[in-house]
């Protein structure tokens, strides 16, 4: 049988996963930390749309560019809620992920979501070049960025 069948049967818990909806980052971790290679999102489910043709393809090619390290998948599970999924909320966190990936892997696998919004806070995110300012870096501290 294919290792990404046998994937969701290692234990209960990743069965139940499974059946969850959110996003998940496909990561590779080599030495003192582990960098990105693709973000997802799955409106239907982890286990539907996680390991999917089209995305063990991105996750090999992410892959290839490092000669050494474990492969490693996280999932973002939204909160079970009644009635319809909120697919929007989903595509929210997934471009947060995609976003915050890119400025640990410029490399990331992902072509949706890599645009950085157009606004900036100068010296505390996406502006400005040298040394941020004393305000600059307490509001930044402040604001947990």
């Not at 049967?9 to 030495?31: M, N, P």
Request: proline content about 5%; some cysteine.
């Amino acid at each position: 049988m294919l290792l990404h069948k046998e994937f969701w049967k290692q234990s209960d818990d990743l069965e139940d996963l499974g059946s969850e909806r959110g996003c998940y980052v496909f990561a590779v971790r080599a030495g003192r930390g582990a960098r990105p290679i693709y973000v997802g999102k799955a409106t239907k489910s982890f286990k539907q749309e996680c390991l999917n043709p089209a995305n063990k393809h991105k996750f090999a090619d992410g892959l290839a560019d490092y000669q050494k390290g474990t492969p490693v998948l996280y999932f973002v599970r939204h909160p079970p809620q009644r009635g319809k999924t909120n697919a929007k909320q989903i595509a929210e966190i997934e471009n947060f992920l995609i976003q915050n990936a890119l400025r640990r892997n410029a490399d990331l696998q992902n072509i949706r979501g890599r645009q950085a919004p157009k606004w900036a806070i100068h010296g505390v995110i996406r502006g400005g070049q040298g040394k941020p300012t004393r305000a600059e870096s307490e509001f930044r501290r402040l604001m947990g960025l």
